[in-house]
Nanobody
């Protein structure tokens, strides 16, 4: 019942920034943990960040700590991922996910709903 649509991706040079947005429609998601994941060519989908329903708690993969910031605007049912100091290894398709079905939100199987994914490419 929840539809997620990512936006804000694109091509940037190393050291640049992008802000991804994930807009949700349907059932409200304001009380649920949401996450960002990414999948690079030839690799498995990996955890990037998660945020609590209240927005008080954010967690990050070690590879993005200090560079990425997850936030949410619950009134608009939107979650963001601010990505700074981008590196070529950040190149991937990024997905947002919503509504935990199990676990704590650090695994892809923890979520019921997923966006279609959006490409982020960082040139060297």
């Amino acid at each position: 019942q929840v539809r997620l649509v990512e936006s804000g991706g694109g091509l940037v040079q190393a050291g640049g920034s992008l802000r991804l947005s994930c807009a949700a429609s349907g059932r409200p998601i304001t009380t649920s943990t949401m996450g960002w994941f990414r999948q690079a060519p030839g690799r498995e989908r990996e955890f990037v960040a998660r945020i609590s329903g209240s927005g008080d708690t954010g967690d990050y993969a070690e590879s993005v700590k200090g560079r990425f910031t997850i936030s949410r605007a619950n009134a608009e049912n939107t979650v963001y991922l601010q990505m700074n100091s981008l590196k070529p290894e950040d190149t991937a398709v990024y997905f947002c996910a919503a509504r935990l079905r199990r676990g704590s939100g650090s695994l892809s199987g923890d979520y019921y709903y997923w966006g279609q994914g959006i490409q982020v490419t960082v040139s060297s």
